[in-house]
DNA sequence: CTGTATCCGGAGTGATACTG
DNA sequence: CAGTATCACTCCGGATACAG
């Protein structure tokens, strides 16, 4: 059923284009799946989470996400400096969709190992350890 | 050739990282969401189902997904030419998850809209480059 | 500790023309 | 109809140094 373009009502863009602009930076997804994992985190704390995020990267998509109202940034006033990041209502209701692809992704890297595991048995063990520390 | 929607490098970080890198083109999940929808598209409609993307992309995602195993290529050798796309097993296991971003995307968008209603011209025509007329 | 500023290379994307 | 081929360009993202 497609009730397209009627001229009552605004024309509908892609909603699953829209979103994907929304979260699909590089980091984006991950970022929220940890805040959602510990609830708060701080900026070097996530730093440490994501090794191979830059620093500039890492606070290019914090502010990406929190002008898009995903997250919440509250900053202290003190010295030394601290900032924590948390999950807003809205990134909230991105969590069922992220943790479907968790388990989606879990479910492939498991097939893709099984499929390779006749020449590959000594990568099936350094990969299955090397998570991302959240799991 | 590409390997960007191939993740075959030595280490796996995340489970996360991984599922997104294989539906995180920028017109995937698009593509997989009009395949649930229609079950089975043939070249041109995807064309003509995403005005913005051109015939290198097209072909250069679906050739992706098709490699990932996400979708099925039939080709009949026929005059004149016809192949058709469908999803395949796996590819159907994230059409939940492109369903929650769908729902989540329509949301935002309407509450985009409701809060933006003063700059309503600006807005739309931002809002609307990207129709599908397939929600 | 939490960021900014700057430079830069390459992946990703687009426009156009051509083909079986 | 269903793609290929080529060239050009943007801009994402990395490295590094610096700042409040």
Redesign the pocket.
Known sequence: MKNKSKVSEPIQPCAVDYAFKRIG???KARILWYLNLKTVL????L?RTLP????????????ELEDDKLII?K?YHEV??????SLSDTGQELIPFIAHLHNWGKKQIANELLAHQTSQDERTARVCQNECGLD
Chains 1, 2 share one sequence.
Not at 80 to 85: A, C, D, L, Q, R
């Open positions: 930076g590089k980091y701080r900026y070097g704390e730093s191979d995020i830059t620093t500039k990267m890492l606070t290019q998509t914090l502010r940034r900053m030394p400096p601290k900032v924590e990041y």
